[in-house]
């Protein structure tokens, strides 16, 4: 029976501790704090905790049997956080007003050009990626695109198994909330080192991979090069709307060699104005996916020229400019 018992000054480091030693799968059995210590106990696997948790034998009673209750088992794959993001996933996603989707830019227009550079033609199909490869600037919602990239598999064909991979130099010591989302819709999340994700073969479509290079800013290059370089891989560069214009160009050009597709995200808390669009535009890359908001179900998708003039209609009423 492989049980650890593991004492640290903060829950944090104990549960550290548990990863260390038993890996990403461990089971929490107990939690308690002793004189000013945490206390965790886990096992490695589910039989272990269900043992540790079986009841002792009954010893005998000479009072009138009670009635059993049933007993209770704990599942991780009937979570009910898992249960509700399945329950979520079922449903069919919202619909987008339809004033949005009615407007769009006229001929002579001067946004339409913009909107021709800058989006995917209306009604074509968004293929899945086998391999999905999110970098950026910090703080851009790298981590979260990834678990939203998931999500969108997951609703649109329940036989693929997304694979989330977060390459990493050591080991982490702060908030790993890529796994927590992982856990949510009964994934797992793969921690290699770089070394190790440098290694990584051809991706099988049936377990689409989504590569968060979050930890792995200092080799990003390398990773990004060596990983897209297999068939129909995508390499997507996460910029948070409102990024300053110089910025956004920098960034676009920076990466343009490797033709990524950009998703802004934020943005619930700021529109994207045009010299920001006419950035990404002018790199000869295409804005493929926008973001808000910090739920991972229905919050991403793909921009078109309604979204277009709905942006314009904000900056209209900014300066002051009736809008048609």
């Not at 407007?103 to 199909?125: C, H, I, T």
């Not at 689409?208 to 560069?237: G, M, N, Q, V, Y």
Request: charged share 25%; with cysteine; glycine share 6%.
């Amino acid at each position: 029976m492989t049980t650890i018992t593991v004492r640290a000054k903060t829950s944090q480091k104990a549960m550290e501790e548990i990863l260390r030693r038993l890996g990403p799968d461990a089971l929490i059995l107990s939690t308690r704090k002793i004189d000013g210590q945490y206390e965790l106990r886990a096992s490695a696997d589910a039989l272990d905790a269900d043992e540790a948790q079986a009841p002792a034998p009954a010893q005998a009673d000479p009072s009138p049997p009670r009635p059993e209750r049933p007993a209770l088992r704990a599942s991780r794959d009937a979570s009910p956080f898992e249960r509700s993001f399945r329950a979520a996933a079922s449903r069919p996603a919202a619909s987008r007003p339809a004033a949005r989707n009615a407007a769009r830019p006229q001929a002579g227009d001067p946004l339409a050009d913009l909107a021709r550079r800058l989006f995917f033609a209306p009604g074509l199909d968004e293929p899945i990626a086998p391999r999905s490869v999110i970098l950026g600037p910090p703080g851009s919602g790298k981590s979260l695109l990834a678990a939203r990239l998931a999500a969108r598999i997951l609703q649109a064909d329940r036989r693929l198994q997304p694979r989330l991979v977060a390459p990493a130099p050591g080991l982490l010591l702060h908030e790993d909330r890529l796994r927590g989302w992982a856990r949510l819709m009964g994934l797992s999340l793969d921690r290699p080192t770089i070394q190790a994700a440098l290694d990584f073969t051809d991706p099988d479509p049936a377990f689409p991979e989504i590569f968060d290079l979050s930890d792995a800013a200092d080799h990003t290059p390398d990773l990004a090069a060596r990983l897209i370089d297999s068939d129909d891989a995508e390499l997507i560069l996460c910029i948070p709307a409102g990024t300053h214009p110089a910025l956004t160009a920098r960034l676009c050009r920076d990466w343009a060699a490797w033709q990524p597709t950009v998703c802004l995200t934020r943005l619930d808390l700021w529109e994207p104005e045009i010299p920001e669009l006419e950035a990404i535009a002018n790199a000869g890359l295409k804005l493929a996916h926008v973001a808000a908001g910090t739920g991972i179900i229905d919050s991403l998708r793909r921009p078109g020229p309604a979204d277009l003039m709905h942006w314009s209609g904000g900056w209209a009423a900014q300066n002051g400019i009736a809008a048609e």
